[in-house]
């Protein structure tokens, strides 16, 4: 079986501008988007993140470039991925990537296909009231149903949205770091990743004991700068999305 990239992520805690002061990402070119997550609207009337729950993830971006909406699974298995979603591809506008998540010692597998729209083309889907669906094309449908034929996308409202400033490859020691902040409804995250990829002379037990290193290099490399590690349990899009769903906005 081929191996997978790895995204390793860390999440930080305490107050965002200093941490990426700390960590020299406030001198970068920044990124600004603004996020929003597609949910079931009678789950949020209830304070529910349903889609999350069943693990799907619908994503719009607009701002800082092209528009884009992904649909994810999250965490998911490979003996789901079927057909051409077995592996990667990319073919404009799609992107589709199969790859392991790893956030302390938590690791899963995230499938995602992402559909690149023209800037300002999404920003009608998540106003209130919209057809937050209807921007899910055809690939993105077939993926879920192929791969997730339980989950239904009907009835969306759009939760948001997130501002996302995101600083792109700050050098850490020798490692190269994305940092991503995200603020919305009085919360403010920062997120620290990088991604590792095999190499043609891996094997699997090679692999996975270089992105371990490569791991607690990032965390280390964070801790040396004073900024304190979260210990929270859930990711930020959880925490945003439960949140944003509790408060009732869309």
């Given at each position: 079986m081929d191996l997978l990239p790895?995204?390793?992520?860390?999440?930080?805690?305490?107050?965002?501008?200093?941490?990426?002061?700390?960590?020299?990402?406030?001198?970068?070119?920044?990124?600004?988007?603004?996020?929003?997550?597609?949910?079931?609207?009678?789950?949020?009337?209830?304070?529910?993140?349903?889609?999350?729950?069943?693990?799907?993830?619908?994503?719009?971006?607009?701002?800082?470039?092209?528009?884009?909406?992904?649909?994810?699974?999250?965490?998911?298995?490979?003996?789901?991925?079927?057909?051409?979603?077995?592996?990667?591809?990319?073919?404009?506008?799609?992107?589709?990537?199969?790859?392991?998540?790893?956030?302390?010692?938590?690791?899963?597998?995230?499938?995602?296909?992402?559909?690149?729209?023209?800037?300002?083309?999404?920003?009608?889907?998540?106003?209130?009231?919209a057809d937050t669906a209807a921007p899910i094309d055809a690939v993105q449908d077939q993926f879920l149903h192929a791969c997730a034929p339980a989950v239904r996308l009907d009835g969306l409202v759009a939760l948001g949205p997130i501002l996302s400033t995101k600083v792109d490859d700050v050098p850490l020691g020798d490692l190269d770091v994305n940092l991503e902040a995200w603020s919305v409804a009085g919360l403010e995250f920062l997120e620290a990743s990088i991604r590792v990829k095999p190499k043609d002379e891996d094997d699997a037990q090679e692999f996975t004991a270089r992105a371990e290193r490569k791991q607690r290099k990032l965390e280390d490399a964070v801790r040396e700068r004073g900024v304190t590690?979260?210990?929270?349990?859930?990711?930020?899009?959880?925490?945003?999305?439960?949140?944003?769903?509790?408060a009732g906005q869309s």
């Open positions: 790895v995204e390793i992520k860390v999440n930080i805690e305490g107050e965002v501008a200093a941490a990426l002061s700390a960590l020299g990402g406030s001198g970068g070119a920044m990124t600004t988007r603004r996020i929003w997550f597609a949910e079931d609207r009678n789950g949020v009337a209830e304070g529910r993140v349903l889609l999350l729950d069943s693990g799907v993830i619908v994503r719009f971006r607009t701002g800082g470039g092209p528009d884009d909406l992904t649909v994810k699974l999250r965490p998911c298995t490979r003996e789901q991925l079927v057909g051409r979603f077995a592996a990667k591809f990319e073919t404009t506008p799609f992107t589709y990537r199969i790859e392991e998540d790893w956030s302390e010692d938590r690791r899963v597998l995230a499938a995602s296909l992402m559909h690149d729209h023209p800037p300002g083309a999404l920003s009608g889907a998540v106003e209130p009231g590690l979260s210990e929270h349990p859930e990711s930020k899009t959880r925490r945003v999305l439960t949140a944003l769903a509790e």
